[in-house]
């Protein structure tokens, strides 16, 4: 069962609401699928829900009071669906008589979608689009569950054994002490979840990415842009970048495309013959453990594409800082944080390579 937040004031588009719910929910009994609704009518009923309840999705009547006795305003309902778009990271949808009124800050936003209030059918529209993310609200929901596992694990394990150390400390307030556990959590979470052991699972390309980038306003190491003479990614240490202490950003070129890429894909079909899958195999895993020439990494697919990616070490520029930050709309992804470290620890290796002198082999017999 997914539960919706429904947000409104008006008894009769409760109702109305109630049963397009229940006409979705008769039609999908036999899929095992079902929405239950939690009420809310204020704005205050909708700031308590954020902060106590579970809920999946959202509905808000754009129009809400402000207060018991507050005139309705389209206002509240633009800040509480941005709110609750930041604190929960659920799909929304905004019923309004007029979409004019619907906040800059939401408009294409892809997790929210906008209905006509004046719509006859406009709960059932609502209640279809929501029905549409189901998908999306159940994984969503499976791994907020693996996440609070793993913070119980964590906390029990690493942060309940030192909080008198923590308690203990100097100099730092609550909101200080706050985000340093916070920090904590999140990092060893990670850490957990992506080590390998009992339950773990192989990582998906589209981990090694993230798009947009995290850091949105500044250039940061991993991050790939997109030039007039193609790809390029930036490999200048992260302190200096966080900084902005260097006058120049460090970027590798990055190839597009691997000879035999497509036919080793096709190869792992089910019309491929156990010899050409076992070429496959080995041809990938080579590629994933970075058995290449020490000049090279690889990279798979970026989102949406189909070339894996080459990064080309002895292909270096170096872009002024400034002039790297005006371009960051031509950023395409940026590499994630467990991929990075070991595209900067090869590179390392490879620009700190001290060679010798040739040796005259003419002269090994003498």
Not at 27 to 52: C, D, Q, W
Not at 74 to 86: E, F, W
Not at 310 to 337: H, N, T, W
Request: charged share 25%.
């Amino acid at each position: 069962m997914r539960r919706i937040l429904f947000a409104e004031d008006d008894e009769g588009s409760r109702d109305r609401m109630e049963t397009a719910v229940g006409d979705w929910n008769e039609a999908e009994k036999a899929n095992g699928r079902a929405f239950a609704i939690e009420p809310v009518t204020s704005e205050a009923e909708v700031k308590f829900a954020l902060e106590n309840r579970k809920f999946d999705c959202a509905l808000f009547d754009l129009r809400l009071p402000r207060g018991a006795a507050g005139k309705p305003s389209p206002a509240v309902g633009n800040t509480l669906a941005l709110a609750t778009m930041r604190k929960r990271g659920v799909p929304v949808a905004l019923v309004t008589a007029n979409q004019a009124e619907v906040s800059d800050e939401l408009r294409g936003i892809e997790l929210i979608k906008q209905f006509d209030k004046g719509d006859a059918n406009v709960y059932k529209s609502v209640v279809d689009w929501l029905g549409d993310q189901w998908a999306m609200m159940e994984v969503l929901a499976e791994a907020k569950a693996e996440i609070e596992a793993s913070a119980a694990d964590v906390f029990l394990k690493r942060l309940w054994p030192q909080w008198g150390q923590y308690a203990a400390l100097n100099k730092v307030d609550s909101a200080q002490l706050s985000k340093m556990v916070a920090r904590q959590y999140v990092s060893h979470m990670a850490e957990l979840l992506g080590a390998d052991g009992e339950g773990s699972i192989s990582w998906h390309p589209f981990e090694a990415y993230v798009k947009p980038a995290v850091y949105d306003k500044r250039a940061h190491t991993g991050d790939i842009f997109r030039f007039d003479d193609g790809l390029w990614i930036v490999l200048s240490p992260q302190c200096d970048m966080a900084t902005a202490k260097i006058p120049n950003a460090l970027l590798c070129k990055t190839s597009e495309g691997i000879t035999e890429w497509a036919e080793m894909l096709a190869a792992t079909g089910d019309g491929a013959s156990n010899k050409e899958k076992a070429k496959a195999t080995k041809f990938f895993a080579s590629l994933t453990n970075q058995n290449r020439s020490v000049s090279q990494h690889f990279l798979p697919p970026l989102p949406g594409e189909k070339k894996p990616l080459l990064v080309e070490f002895g292909q270096l520029r170096s872009i002024p800082l400034g002039d790297l930050q005006a371009a960051l709309d031509k950023r395409l992804a940026s590499l994630a944080a467990s991929f990075l470290s070991n595209l900067v620890q090869r590179f390392g290796a490879y620009i700190s390579r001290a060679g010798q002198p040739n040796l005259d082999v003419a002269h090994f017999d003498a």
